[in-house]
């Protein structure tokens, strides 16, 4: 039977899976090593698991990462703060490893076509797709199509309003400080707080103003990309808390300037968990490689 | 000869245009008044300058305007603080004065589609529109397509870092105080300086605040966009110096995290003003004119 490989890149664990959907997925997760060693052990995984069922691969990598088959650094990974991987041409690695198609986006994106395909955002033309974990990132349709244009989102940079009064926390992103990666992800959370963000308590003041930086950025979305949802997931968002807090606070900061339904009365379903929870990634993946195999895209 | 009427709706002033494009369009402006009143002037302007060669009619409106068929108050104006001009139903009474087809969007969804079309942006597939006058709005193409979404981008709208202590003006927006229109539009300029923004002199410190502003917008709507480009027009974008300010800002604050020529080596064409002027509304009204008479729609 035919099947697809998907590979959803991070920066901790490659997640890598086989299967055609959510049915069939069979999944395996690969610690992050060097780049060179990492893609052998997927390869191997992939051989073991598929052999020559395998059509065609699809990867959803973290990024910065080139896009434009038109560019030098078509398919590398670019301005990552993780050394090893700057300017990985991973798309050029796990072609050589296979003669088979292989589909590429960011994690983000191929986990906004899972969401989209199988989960939250089934039907829906217009959504963001959102993770809050380790860095903050995002994905995004506009009338059924992933943005993409000169590169392709980097939605966790964005600058939200930061009162250093209230916050003095310089944020931790290594290119712009404090951005909104910089102040809300989870490592920005472990090092304003010293404690990572699964066992802060409940009732600590980091809660409130994490709500407040996301529902800032989710502001500034809506009032960009006009969604119809926001699925937001990621290690951070498990704190289950923070969908009300956020809710409410979008409502407040809209203030009745975006005069829909969707943003006021019924914000419990514009702004939601993902369905797919950590599988959204590798579904995209496998999703990328169904596409790639469709177009016999190299 | 077949023509079509466009009229870009603004707060001070109707501007009407009768024509196909760029090389025929005949424009008259309409002081805005009360709602019934304004548009008896406009239905005068068509009848007597195109009479039965009127085929079609477009509107790019002042919004937020409701833009979606299948809802109570589609082809209305909205939230606006014009108590007059609130819950006005433009679309319906344009119709009733003309039975041809009428297209209806955003004044900067309009001026988009135009510079898309004759300006600035021919031929691309993702950038921006932003007009910088008395308020702040912004268009945007993704993949070739107009953002609709939920409602329709309120790109002036969007949350900017503002430093209290550098800047204590409390900002202008009725609806959210220190957004960027708030920050950044002409009145808001205005009403910090107390001197209208075409009057403030050169090396005023309002345009390095000015910049900084418009800058923190522009980067984040890169990161969520990713546009090739973006054309920024509108009163306030008259002072051509702000245009070197902001460039310096963009590429300052992204600091090189989208590896990308356009916004490091080539920003001077990435942050452009357009080419239509003061016409980009009207002509793009003309634009949603003949679609609407394509697609034969009410």
């Known amino acids: ?152 989102p980097e939605m966790g940079h964005i600058r939200v309003p930061h009162d250093l009064a209230a916050d003095p926390f310089p944020g931790s992103c290594s290119y712009h400080h404090d951005c909104l990666e910089g102040l809300a992800s989870g490592q920005a959370l472990r090092q304003r707080w010293g404690i990572p963000a699964d066992q802060l308590p409940a009732d600590h003041q980091a809660w409130s103003l994490e709500a407040d930086y996301l529902a800032l950025a989710m502001v500034n979305w809506v009032c960009t990309l006009s969604p119809t949802r926001i699925v937001v997931g990621g290690g951070v968002m498990q704190r289950e808390f923070l969908f009300s807090m956020i809710r409410r606070q979008v409502t407040r900061l809209l203030n009745g300037y975006i005069p829909r339904r969707a943003v006021i009365q019924e914000i419990d379903s514009f702004i939601v968990p993902p369905e797919l929870g950590n599988r959204a990634g590798v579904l995209g993946a496998i999703l990328l490689a169904r596409e790639a195999y469709r177009s016999g895209a190299g």
């Open 1 to 152: 039977m035919d099947v697809f490989g998907g590979i959803e890149a991070g920066g901790t664990k490659f997640v890598c899976g086989v299967g055609t959907g959510t049915a069939d997925l069979r999944t395996t997760s690969i610690p992050t090593e060097q780049p060179e060693r990492t893609i052998v052990k997927v390869a191997e995984f992939f051989r073991s698991s598929a052999g020559q069922d395998l059509k065609a691969i699809g990867i959803g990598s973290f990024g910065p990462i080139d896009l434009d088959p038109r560019s030098e650094t078509f398919g590398r990974i670019t301005a990552t703060p993780k050394q090893a991987w700057r300017n990985f041409d991973i798309l050029g690695q796990v072609r050589q490893a296979f003669n088979l198609p292989v589909g590429f986006d960011t994690d983000v994106n191929a986990a906004a076509l899972a969401e989209a395909e199988w989960g939250a955002a089934r039907g829906l033309k217009d959504f963001i797709y959102l993770t809050v974990g380790t860095g903050i990132g995002g994905g995004a349709c506009v009338n059924g199509k992933l943005i993409h244009g000169l590169m392709h």
